[in-house]
């Protein structure tokens, strides 16, 4: 049984995925850094962002609403943002009573949540992409490329490749409870919480333990066919005229984006 | 030669209208996409013993792995009977008995007796009942006093017993092994043809073991590219030799 879900690659031909991976890792930084600085409540510059998300969805053959269908996941992240919504700056729009404390939303604070809602969303958005249309070790190799430091490389390499391996092993173990996971007519089934609650916990050590000991073989057979701490990839990783065009582009667009939210 | 699909055979085995095991075209694909299983039918009577070969990526553990619901998709089947729905689920589990191919992947317990006692203490069982049912189902696999040890520290033929213990503790009425035999030395294999010999339930095994096939199951079942592409008498299909070839099978 595998388990992929953590595999966003998707193969497809497109523009985007023929990109030099350092021209996407770059615009996706710079991206990030223009939503991050624009300012509380410029509508209209974000709606440009998300334009240009929307060219981008486009161009890598991945439907217009790919990326927008994945990037629920940064919803628990709101939670964060919600205390903005009671900043004391600003006026305040209505006033809940909790007994214990007293919220007071102000508009000010609302432009503010909203702001960040839309910024980390169009954030993620681009990262979503990012990791949609580049293969890891391309990914891996343009950051080495970017001069990140060699340790945070390997971390992240290892960090992926044994996110697999923990998760195959979860999946092993939960599979083989549920296979003996048995009743018998008439009988209460699944035995004493106390129990089932051992279990569990021996299930987690047992967890560790055996991707422990896995990572440690996987680990000897990179090193059996020579690994030296790079990952390596076939793909060529030459800037082309097409990859500058496309740098300078995007990078004149997220310039615009920060003209439209600046200049109101 | 061209591929025989469901070629008709004389079974010369006791018909039943698989009183214990009842598939009907059942249909299987991956998430990825893959399809694993295109309308596989197949009928187990009481006491019937019989072996599952074909090559890897027949469709054999996928097939294995439907019948105590770890994996449900449409087509029908019934164990003694019931269908496999949520409300059947923990009794089928109760009866059908499966062991993975890979023993690391049935034991999930520090010690082997926690793991031989999982089932039946999920059953909902007395404590004395399941200090029996473990001392009785180690002393069927020949490990007897391996209780305290740890599982994942064994040898792999002592594994695959303690594997098959785990489910035998739940007084299974069929008992399905994904290539009980692969990777065990000569002396290990012979003892558990013996064991699976006497034990008297229902079997279905799957296997790349002929020799084994032809000593202990009167009944082989050949599948290939997720059907089956023949089931009848042992003695007969193993002098087939170009269905056996076919499918890549060994001639013994």
């Keep these: ?264 | 030669m061209p591929v025989k699909h469901q070629p008709v055979y004389e079974i010369t085995i006791p018909e039943c209208d698989g009183d214990v095991l009842q598939i009907q075209d059942l249909h299987f694909a991956y998430p990825d996409g893959h399809v694993a299983l295109q309308g596989v039918s197949l009928n187990l009577c009481e006491g019937e013993k019989v072996a599952l070969v074909g090559p890897n990526g027949a469709g054999k553990s996928t097939l294995m792995l439907h019948l105590n619901g770890i994996l449900r998709e449409d087509g029908d089947i019934f164990i003694g009977g019931m269908s496999i729905d949520e409300q059947n689920l923990p009794i089928i589990r109760a009866m059908v008995g499966l062991v993975f191919q890979n023993p690391d992947d049935q034991l999930f317990s520090p010690t082997v007796f926690d793991d031989v006692a999982f089932g039946p203490l999920h059953m909902g069982l007395p404590e004395d009942e399941v200090h029996i049912r473990v001392e009785e189902a180690l002393a069927a696999v020949q490990m007897n006093g391996f209780g305290e040890r740890l599982s994942h520290h064994l040898s792999m033929g002592q594994k695959k017993r303690i594997a098959i213990a785990t489910v035998l503790a739940m007084r299974p009425q069929i008992l399905v092994l994904d290539e009980p035999s692969a990777g065990l030395d000569p002396r290990t294999r012979r003892a558990l043809i013996n064991f699976l010999d006497e034990l008297p339930i229902t079997m279905l095994i799957s296997t790349h073991d002929i020799r084994m096939v032809k000593e202990l199951f009167p009944r082989m079942i050949i599948m290939d590219e997720g059907i089956i592409v023949a089931d009848g008498s042992t003695v007969e299909l193993l002098n087939d030799a170009a269905l056996l070839q076919d499918h890549g099978l060994e001639i013994p």
């Design chain 1, 1 to 264: 049984m595998h388990i992929n879900a953590f595999d966003r690659f998707h193969f497809h031909d497109s523009f985007i995925h023929r990109l030099d991976p350092r021209i996407k890792v770059v615009v996706t930084v710079a991206f990030i850094l223009s939503n991050a600085i624009l300012p509380d409540g410029s509508w209209l510059a974000f709606a440009t962002a998300w334009l240009g998300l929307l060219v981008v969805n486009d161009l890598s053959n991945l439907g217009l609403g790919y990326s927008f269908k994945r990037s629920y996941i940064i919803l628990p992240f709101i939670l964060v943002a919600i205390t903005a919504i009671f900043s004391p700056l600003g006026n305040p729009l209505a006033e809940w009573d909790l007994g214990f404390v007293t919220l007071i939303p102000t508009d000010f604070g609302l432009v503010r949540f909203f702001s960040v809602l839309t910024r980390s969303w169009l954030s993620v958005q681009m990262a979503i992409l990012l990791v949609a249309t580049t293969q890891f070790p391309d990914l891996i190799h343009a950051f080495e490329h970017l001069r990140l430091p060699r340790v945070l490389t390997t971390i992240i390499a290892f960090l992926y490749r044994y996110l697999f391996v923990l998760t195959n092993e979860a999946l092993r173990l939960l599979r083989a409870r549920e296979a003996r996971s048995a009743g018998l007519p008439g009988q209460k089934r699944g035995g004493k919480l106390i129990w089932r609650t051992k279990v569990t916990g021996s299930m987690a050590g047992q967890l560790f333990l055996r991707s422990y000991e896995r990572s440690d073989r996987i680990y000897n057979a990179m090193l059996a066919r020579g690994y030296t701490g790079h990952l390596r990839t076939l793909n060529p990783h030459k800037m082309t005229r097409a990859d500058w065009l496309v740098l300078i582009l995007s990078l004149f667009v997220i310039l615009f984006i920060q003209f439209v939210g600046w200049v109101r």
